[in-house]
């Protein structure tokens, strides 16, 4: 049965033929391809290659060729109808009302296209003719290089509806360049204009590298300053990207995506070297683009302008995006200082100051508790039990039932974290506190040597954090330093000694016999392994005895056999772990 070409180009530009084949086939990346084993032929030396930009795959063993689609009716068997609703769930596109469309229908969806792309042309040669100087004075001062503006298709639309003089001398159909929102029809004056006139130019491209839309920025002051194409037949703003198809080899490369707010931004982040920068197009971020941005990378970085504009744009991006949050598939934000937007860091300080707000850039999950928690009185149960509401309203909207569980897991310990915070810094038994500690008891003292080594060897202590963030020392000041160093570890891997004692441990309190003995020992790394490998079992057998006889007291009281059966299980493990190297 016949779809709409636009709806099956549609389908082939959102879901990448890698992403759908490199379910079953491993793939390797080579330059602009994939080469992995052909999943239609048996073969022991890859010939199979896949272009995603270009949307097909080829295998020069079998010879097999074909789109997304194809793949589909050939490898897994799947009739045309159930391959292409496969295809629209996976994309999260409705299915179109199938109707007969004629030839004359889709060879007016390849005029229209060609429309678009003799308009870019035109726009072009204007930016490099005399029409185009001023244009090209901005760019200059911009930092543009003509290669640059040439690699984006940059150009000028002049004044006087020079683009449309332009397709009536060629004898280009001006009716479909109405349509296509090029040229203004106003009915009841009787004339027609360009809809874009004296402002720099840019091309909208899908993925498939096909001109569909233009933004358009005005050259002296006015408004609006900057213009987009109305939505058409080719173009929907909320399901494109810009510079996309520049952008997207470096993000799978890099598994890293910049969200920018504008055109300029995008250009001026290429030029600089950051060649996975993209942008929507003016309006907020909508989950088809987050969609998009997933399929180059897990983590895109969404890096707004430093204005409260900006800021309330990520917030709404990160709004956006926690209802379709899945395992692996999340945002990090970046926040500029005020005024600066990205295009300004490049060029008033420099690349590298943009990279290091890229190296702070910060999870959702730690956005969301700051958004939540900013300027907020938590000094009263009440205000903490709405901040507790409220975000549990937020998380309650993760459709994803792994993601949301894990959520609320972090939301309960950041809420224990606000409980008990102040109590830690004021405890007498804190484990900054600068007299030292006098003969603690033995529990007090594993807990401390434990701390003493997560502080000292940052580096070393990486494969054990999880083992560590889920140890319970038995004393609120302890618990709170041990969960916070935990997260800056997580969070900032490279952390060094000194940058994690000022972190986590209160002022005036930096010089502790713990930490003291360890800095002044010679223990190899090796020899820290072991020697905290000791400590969390003996914290961990410390807690499973516990358990154990907890559990044993309430089988006193109400005996079972499931309670008997778990009483067994504690004890095989307390065993198991007493009896380990």
Not at 172 to 188: C, N, P, R
């Amino acid at each position: 049965m016949p779809f709409p070409p636009r709806f099956l180009d549609e389908l082939r530009e959102r879901i990448a033929l890698s992403q759908l084949i490199g379910k079953k086939v491993k793939l390797t990346k080579r330059g602009r391809e994939y080469i992995g084993l052909c999943p239609f032929h048996h073969e022991k030396t890859p010939s199979f290659t896949i272009n995603d930009d270009k949307g097909f795959y080829h295998c020069f063993g079998c010879g097999a060729h074909g789109d997304i689609i194809r793949y589909l009716t050939d490898s897994e068997r799947m009739p045309f109808m159930e391959a292409v609703e496969y295809l629209a769930r996976m994309a999260g596109l409705p299915m179109p009302k199938i109707k007969e469309e004629s030839p004359e229908r889709r060879q007016e969806y390849q005029t229209e296209l060609q429309i678009m792309e003799e308009a870019c042309v035109f726009f072009q040669k204007c930016l490099f003719s005399e029409r185009g100087r001023r244009a090209r004075a901005y760019f200059q001062n911009r930092g543009i290089t003509p290669d640059i503006a040439k690699q984006f298709r940059l150009g000028y639309a002049p004044s006087g509806s020079a683009l449309l003089a332009y397709f009536t001398e060629k004898g280009l159909s001006v009716q479909k360049a109405i349509s296509l929102g090029l040229i203004v029809d106003k009915t009841d004056s009787h004339t027609r204009h360009d809809y874009f006139y004296d402002r720099i130019m840019f091309p909208i491209l899908n993925r498939r590298r096909r001109v569909i839309a233009f933004g358009g920025r005005l050259l002296e002051k006015g408004e609006p300053k900057y213009l987009n194409s109305p939505e058409t037949a080719l173009f929907h703003k909320g399901e494109q990207l810009y510079a996309l198809p520049n952008a997207v080899d470096t993000m799978r490369k890099k598994n890293q995506a910049i969200l920018v707010e504008g055109y300029m931004d995008v250009i001026a982040l290429h030029s600089a070297g950051f060649t996975n920068a993209v942008a929507p197009l003016g309006t907020a971020l909508t989950e088809n683009q987050i969609r998009l941005l997933w399929q180059g990378c897990d983590e895109p970085i969404i890096c707004f302008d430093g204005d409260m504009a900006g800021r309330k744009a990520s917030i709404r991006a990160m709004n956006r995006a926690i209802p379709i949050l899945t395992p692996g598939k999340s945002l990090q934000f970046v926040f500029l200082p005020e005024p600066f937007d990205p295009d300004d860091m490049i060029r008033k300080k420099s690349p590298q100051a943009f990279q290091e707000a890229l190296n702070n850039a910060k999870t959702l999950a730690y956005t969301l508790w700051n958004t939540l928690t900013d300027g907020r009185s938590l000094d009263t149960p009440e205000r903490r039990a709405k901040l507790e509401k409220d975000a549990t309203d937020i998380i309650a909207k993760i459709q994803n039932e792994q993601v949301r569980a894990y959520y609320m897991k972090d939301l309960k310990k950041k809420l224990w974290q606000l409980e008990h915070r102040k109590d830690a810094r004021r405890s007498s038994l804190s484990f900054g506190e600068a007299q030292g500690i006098s003969r603690p008891n033995a529990d007090l003292l594993a807990g401390r040597m434990l701390l003493a080594y997560l502080i000292c060897f940052p580096k070393v202590v990486q494969n054990v954090l999880e083992d560590l963030a889920n140890l319970e020392l038995g004393e609120a000041s302890l618990q709170h330093i041990l969960q916070e160093a935990t997260d800056c570890l997580i969070n900032n891997p490279d952390m060094t000694s000194e940058e994690l004692i000022n972190a986590v441990l209160p002022e005036g309190s930096k010089t502790i016999p713990e930490i003291e003995m360890l800095q002044k020992s010679n223990r190899t790394e090796e020899d820290v392994r072991i020697e905290l490998s000791k400590w969390i079992q003996a914290l961990q057998l410390k807690a499973l005895q516990a358990e154990h006889e907890a559990k044993l007291h309430e089988f006193s009281q109400n005996p079972t056999a499931e309670l008997w059966e778990n009483i067994a299980k504690i004890k095989k493990e307390i065993e198991n772990l007493s009896t380990s190297d």
